[in-house]
Structures are given as C-alpha cells and as structure tokens.
C-alpha cells in the first residue's frame, strides 16, 4: 500500500530513519541492507517528493503529512543527535530573529 506521495512502506521506513538524522550507512545496518541499497531508496524518496536533498525531503514530507512530530523520536523516546527532545520543548520559548 502506498500513501498520497506513492512512497511504499519501505521508502516510508527510510526517510523516517534519515528524519532521525541516520545516514545511509546506519539506515544499512538497521534494516540488514547493503549501503548502496539505501542511497537508492534514498534518490526514489528525493524523486517522488522533488526534493533536492535529505533536509528538503524530511521537511515536504512534514508538510504533505508524511512524517509526525512522533517519527523523529526512535522507540526509546530520545530525539536524534543534534535535536532537542520534544519532551523538552518550551513551546513559550521564542527564537529571536536573524
């Protein structure tokens, strides 16, 4: 089954793991699958949602209500490296401008 983006369940499942801030050699590892074989999955996912890299395919993929807030944390609840877990979020917390 496919959802609105034609993304099968295997594309869906790799652009949730590169959502957590996997590369394509960790995405391998999990999944028991060859690095080459994910940067492959990873071109069909940036084809079919016209992205241009990772970053720009994770965010359409928010926006077109592909991926959830809740796909970014993995099963333990931690958020990926270099994010702020969603448990720690200040939503009254502004950035300020650039």
């Keep these: ?7 099968t369940p295997r594309e ?3 652009l949730r793991m590169a959502a957590r801030g996997l590369t ?3 995405i391998a590892a999990r999944l028991g699958a060859r690095s080459h074989t994910v940067s492959n ?3 069909i996912v940036l084809l079919k ?3 241009r890299n990772r970053t720009e395919a994770v965010a359409q993929a928010f926006r077109r209500g592909i991926l959830h807030i809740d796909d970014r944390e993995d099963s333990s609840g931690k958020a990926p490296r270099g994010m702020i877990p969603l448990s720690d ?3 009254e917390r502004t950035i300020p401008p650039c």
Excluded: H, P, R, W
Aim: aromatic share 10%; charged share 30%.
């Design 41 to 43: 999955y990873v071109s």
């Design 24 to 26: 394509d050699k960790e």
């Design 49 to 51: 949602l016209g992205a």
């Design 89 to 91: 979020f200040n939503a």
């Design 12 to 14: 869906q499942e790799i």
């Design 1 to 7: 089954m496919e959802d609105k983006a034609g993304l």
